[in-house]
């Protein structure tokens, strides 16, 4: 039986290869890719024979008042309402599953089952179907509450009252804001939790065992031993959990949350602009989600955290 070749690259722990150690057959699978591309939008533009202008789109990016003052245009404010929207529920995604993950792991039965219920649930039910339920069902109980805090808000001080709209939700959309922040930080959370128990559980038993002959309770055997190790593990996954949050924020424009994906439709509505216009979205998700890769990277080579 012939021996197999070992493995040249491991992905985050190789060095990359240098485009001096280019093969053939990775050139031949760029120029394809290249041709198939061009191709592409070659037929494109020629099905659709689309003008096109996109000198249209900077100024809903960028506006001018009245003044001649810049200003930040209608899809600006939707991409800073997705980060916000995305910063508030994967720090809910973060804070319930990490906890989850960490009482859940090395445990089985009924000790966790409320845990698994909750896990199970989430992972399995479509994070559309989970906002409607928040939004229409959970909302119809609480409105009278969020009708109570926009009241308190609207007697505060002006300063205070300008955080708020900036940090949280301008005024008139705390309920839709707060609906969305719970839908996608519990639904992410139960991704976050598993990805925490596995990391934790995949720390060798030599390990458990040479903090617990040290006289560490189980808090500092966590804190001190169990999961430095476990973290690293949990950097990938976390990473692409962290992607799939702010791609999935796309869901609050059903609720009239104006996010980015939702401003863009009001714009595709006013300029009837439809390629330029959802060209230069993706391309604003995508930088998103590139930042979060760059960064997950960064903690990989970092020797201590």
Not at 176 to 204: C, Q, W
Request: glycine share 6%.
């Amino acid at each position: 039986m012939a021996e197999q070749a070992p493995l040249t690259y491991i992905p985050g722990h190789s060095r990359p290869r240098s485009w001096r150690e280019l093969r053939p057959s990775d050139i031949v699978l760029a120029l394809l890719a290249l041709a198939l591309a061009l191709v592409f939008c070659w037929r494109a533009m020629d099905i659709t024979q689309h003008s096109w202008d996109w000198g249209r789109l900077w100024s809903f990016i960028v506006s001018t008042d009245k003044k001649g003052e810049m200003q930040a245009g209608i899809l600006l404010i939707g991409l800073f309402s997705t980060l916000r929207l995305g910063f508030w529920s994967l720090l809910l995604a973060l804070l319930s599953g990490g906890l989850l993950g960490v009482i859940c792991a090395r445990k089985r039965g009924f000790a966790v089952l409320p845990a698994t219920l909750y896990i199970n649930v989430l992972r399995n039910t479509p994070p559309l179907v989970m906002l409607f339920l928040v939004y229409f069902v959970a909302g119809s109980f609480f409105a009278e509450p969020f009708l109570a805090i926009e009241d308190a808000l609207a007697a505060m001080p002006e300063w205070f009252r300008s955080a708020c709209s900036t940090l949280i939700a301008p005024p008139g959309q705390l309920d839709r804001m707060v609906a969305a922040v719970l839908t996608l930080g519990l639904y992410s959370g139960a991704y976050v939790a598993e990805i925490v128990r596995a990391a934790i559980e995949g720390v060798e038993k030599g390990q458990w065992d040479a903090a617990a002959s040290l006289g560490m309770s189980q808090v500092q055997q966590m804190r001190w031993v169990i999961i430095p190790q476990a973290f690293r593990a949990m950097i990938p996954p976390l990473t692409g959990q962290c992607i799939s949050v702010f791609k999935e924020t796309t869901l609050a424009s059903v609720i009239s949350l104006p996010e980015l994906t939702f401003q863009s439709l009001e714009v595709m509505a006013v300029s009837r602009m439809t390629f330029e216009l959802w060209l230069a979205v993706a391309a604003l998700y995508l930088l998103i989600s590139c930042l979060w890769s760059q960064l997950g990277r960064w903690l990989e080579k970092r020797k201590k955290f």
